[in-house]
């Protein structure tokens, strides 16, 4: 069994020769010449492909994170800093807000045939990169809910409790965008452009759960969230959601908006990987589930044998229900030794547990 067909197999919950692993999300230019023994930065996609290929990756997700420069590794925080500096107060958020389109505008100028034929083209440029032995996992919308990056954090929340009815139209005008954009891969998914597994996600959660109650989440955002979401959900698609922070509190909103799977998983917030494979999504499932070791413990602190005994740990735990895919719990730096990085791929598929 191949890389691409062990991912297909993994999405479909279906029996495979091992647990599949999951890639994309590592930033360490020295990770990826430690594989190759190739200069990263002659081609920084070639070579980290080649990577990929060579440490026989399963998946790769089209959100793909690599360096940004030599001295730079996650290249739009800069950016973002300058852009909140545009906002000085919560009123600035809502003048803001007042100057967008209406969902109808929104509707009426999406060019319908140019985002069909652009999102073609990356996605089967992507996968073509990757090559016939790795799974493209392609990338979904959803409403947005990380305006922080915009605005900054004070102002956002501040908005969100001064304002709903604002905060209401911001999610609303996204959202709309968004479902277009999702209907979009359903016309590629009808074509057989794009499989109908999909990844998608924002960071709604800290070290000690959501950012807003979880209440604020369900009258404000989940139901724009579920609305972006609904044409592929109308299809049967699967939806890998990713997870920062402290998920449980909202896992059941995000199932009910859609979400089908689970990726990430900061376990050092204080929950363990079992209590999220017993929950249910869409029609009964268990989820999918896209485990990752930590990038704050074990990765960049452990030895090898570690990070070993923690891939056996959660193949342990919970490959028994099928859906199971490892990589990295966030992103993955140079701080993390190349070596555990190495080990944790190749150990992926080297363990055979009762529970698989």
């Not at 009426?108 to 073509?128: I, M, P, S, T």
């Not at 954090?153 to 999610?171: H, R, S, V, W």
Request: with cysteine.
């Amino acid at each position: 069994m191949n890389g691409y067909r062990r991912a297909l197999a993994t999405l479909r919950r279906e029996t495979t020769d091992s647990v599949a692993t999951w890639a994309g999300w590592i930033v360490s230019d020295k990770f990826f010449e430690y594989v190759t023994g190739k200069y990263f930065w002659d081609n920084p996609r070639r070579v980290a492909f080649e990577a990929y290929r060579k440490l026989e990756v399963d998946i790769v997700l089209q959100t793909l994170f690599l360096p940004a420069s030599p001295d730079e590794y996650r290249e739009f925080t800069d950016d973002s800093v300058v852009a909140q500096d545009k906002f000085q107060n919560p009123e600035a958020i809502v003048q803001y807000i007042d100057t967008l389109l209406k969902p109808e505008q929104i509707e009426k100028e999406f060019n319908w045939e140019e985002q069909v034929k652009a999102h073609r083209q990356e996605y089967e440029k992507f996968q073509n990169e990757l090559g016939n032995e790795i799974f493209a996992m392609p990338k979904c919308k959803c409403a947005r809910f990380i305006w922080y990056l915009n605005f900054g954090y004070e102002n956002y929340l501040q908005a969100m409790a001064l304002y709903p009815d604002a905060i209401t139209k911001l999610y609303r005008c996204n959202a709309t965008e968004m479902r277009l954009l999702n209907q979009v891969r359903v016309e590629l998914v009808k074509q057989k452009v794009m499989p109908p597994y999909f990844f998608c996600g924002h960071d709604i959660c800290g070290q000690t759960g959501p950012i807003a109650s979880p209440q604020m989440l369900r009258n404000l955002y989940f139901p724009w969230l579920k609305y972006s979401l609904e044409p592929l959900v109308q299809i049967g698609a699967e939806i890998v959601w990713h997870c920062d922070g402290y998920i449980p509190p909202i896992l059941n909103d995000l199932a009910e908006a859609g979400v089908s799977g689970f990726q990430g998983f900061q376990e050092e917030t204080g929950f363990d990987i079992k209590y999220v494979a017993q929950q249910k999504v869409r029609n009964g499932k268990t989820p999918l589930l896209w485990a990752g070791l930590s990038v704050a413990r074990t990765l960049p602190k452990g030895t090898v044998e570690q990070v070993k005994q923690e891939v056996k740990r959660i193949i342990d735990s919970v490959a028994s229900n099928g859906g199971l895919a490892i990589g990295t719990a966030n992103t993955a730096g140079p701080d993390c030794p190349s070596e555990n990085l190495e080990a944790m791929y190749k150990y992926v598929h080297e363990y055979h547990s009762h529970a698989f």
